[in-house]
């Protein structure tokens, strides 16, 4: 591996941190590129409908899921509401993955702090003694509830 010297190390950093994600898209959609062909022309009822107002629209009028103020209840709203029916399994989740950077959690640098388990429905966050929380992939539902609430923005989530 090249030496990449200081400002080679912090400028991959940066570029690293500023790469676009891909955005996490509402749940109940059986096939995620019916979002670009259908909802460009929609009206948007889908996030008129959304109970927790997480349902926002890019530039291009495709619909993504903000968790900076609160996450989804699978309440089936922007399902209900979706005309074109790009929404329409009942059956399909959030499609994403939710993980805890150990870097910017409080709890991994041993300060005492519950809040991302404190509103995990599903039980998915277990902690290792009293830190280190860790999310079970397997219990997660990727609703973000736990994004919302953590001070310190260590909770990620990423489109699969």
Known sequence: M????????FGAIGA???????PVRPPYAADVSLFGT???????MCGTACEEAIIKFDD?????LDFSKSGCTDCEA??????????????QPIRATVRINPVKCM??????CFSC????LDNAIAFKGLF???????????CGFCIARCPSDAIEIFAT
């Open 2 to 9: 090249a030496d990449l010297g200081r400002r080679g190390l």
């Open 16 to 22: 690293a941190a500023t790469k676009k994600q891909t």
């Open 38 to 44: 259908h909802c460009p022309a929609c009206e948007g």
């Open 60 to 64: 291009r009028h495709l619909p993504y």
């Open 78 to 91: 922007c399902l209900e509401a979706c005309t074109p029916d790009v929404l329409c399994d009942k059956m």
């Open 107 to 112: 709890s991994w640098h041993d300060v005492m």
């Open 117 to 120: 388990k404190e509103p995990c």
């Open 132 to 142: 280190k929380p860790e999310i079970d992939t397997a219990r997660c539902t990727a």
